[in-house]
């Protein structure tokens, strides 16, 4: 089973960044595709980027040309950079980790983004 801790949440103002970490316990290489997820308040969990080994992307609609996802494979990370950061982007932000094994999920870190 593999471990993933996320960091970088926090609380900011709308319009600001913010720049989230997911570090794996082993080889980045070992997944098929990792993500960010939001499970805002009250809300299911919802994907918000995903990275595959090959490093092809994807966004959901909502943060398109504001979020970036990134891998840094050397480092066993995954990034989110959150730009043009707004309300309804609050919420707890999960690292996911998928393979032919299975899916891992971080404990999630929070941001909180105020009016």
């Known amino acids: 089973q593999v471990q993933l801790v996320e960091s970088g949440g926090g609380l900011v103002q709308a319009g600001g960044s913010l720049r989230l970490s997911c570090v794996a316990s082993r080889s980045l290489y070992s997944f098929n595709a990792m993500g960010w997820y939001l499970q805002a308040p009250g809300k299911q969990r919802d994907r918000v980027a995903t990275?595959?080994?090959?490093?092809?992307?994807n966004y959901a609609d909502s943060v398109k040309g504001r979020f970036t996802v990134s891998r840094d494979s050397a480092k066993n990370t995954v990034y989110l950079q959150m730009n043009i950061l707004k309300p309804e982007d609050t919420g707890v932000y999960y690292c996911?980790?998928?393979?032919?094994?299975?899916?891992?999920w971080g404990q999630g870190t929070q941001v909180t983004v105020s009016s």
């Open positions: 990275i595959t080994g090959g490093g092809t992307t």
């Open positions: 996911n980790a998928e393979n032919l094994f299975g899916t891992s």
